[in-house]
């Protein structure tokens, strides 16, 4: 049972044909670090799960680019508004290392939920995990000091601070890398 598996045996009850079709959607693909799972400007095509390795979500112009999240094993990736309306992506999906991702194409995963209403049942928790997660990141930027949202980064995933990039953090958190390793530095 590859993790993808595990996932949405743990978290969803799928019919065992469900899963076998589930299963036979999605395909395991490896990205090199440095790869692209999406780019900016072009349809979101699809969404991945990623077994293992470190995604970058950001958005660049030529002045800056921002990060917006860090993603990790156990957790799927889209440009969701850009998968879901098939409009340009905003954001880029970028390996930090090499990655081994459970891919789904646009119009597997349509299929899918035409023909297996409890497909739409998983469809529509990972949406409402997308917008939890939103939420979340609006209340920490609104309503946490940049040092409380250092803490609870280090709390979450303390793992991605020995193998992130500073820059990408203090982006992801709303600071600069200064006051990030100023921070660092302090509770250390």
Not at 13 to 23: D, F, G, N
Not at 58 to 65: D, Q, R, T, V, W
């Amino acid at each position: 049972m590859n993790p993808l598996e595990k996932y949405l045996a743990e978290y969803f009850l799928l019919p065992k044909v469900v899963m076998q079709a589930v299963m036979e959607k999605f395909h395991r693909e490896e990205l090199v670090k440095g790869d692209y799972f999406i780019k900016v400007g072009r349809p979101a095509q699809k969404l991945g799960f990623i077994e293992s390795g470190l995604v970058r979500i950001f958005a660049a112009s030529k002045e800056k680019e921002v990060t917006q999240w860090v993603s990790t094993p156990g957790y799927f990736i889209t440009e969701l508004s850009s998968f879901v309306f098939q409009q340009p992506s905003r954001l880029n999906l970028q390996a930090l290392e090499d990655c081994v991702i459970w891919s789904i194409t646009k119009d597997d995963h349509h299929q899918l939920c035409k023909d297996f209403p409890q497909w739409n049942e998983v469809d529509k928790k990972f949406i409402a995990k997308c917008f939890v997660i939103l939420e979340d990141r609006i209340f920490s930027h609104l309503y946490m000091t940049a040092e409380e949202r250092f803490k609870q980064l280090m709390g979450f995933q303390p793992e991605l601070f020995n193998k992130v990039p500073l820059q990408y953090l203090a982006s992801m958190l709303g600071m600069t890398p200064e006051t990030l390793s100023r921070m660092r530095k302090k509770i250390s």
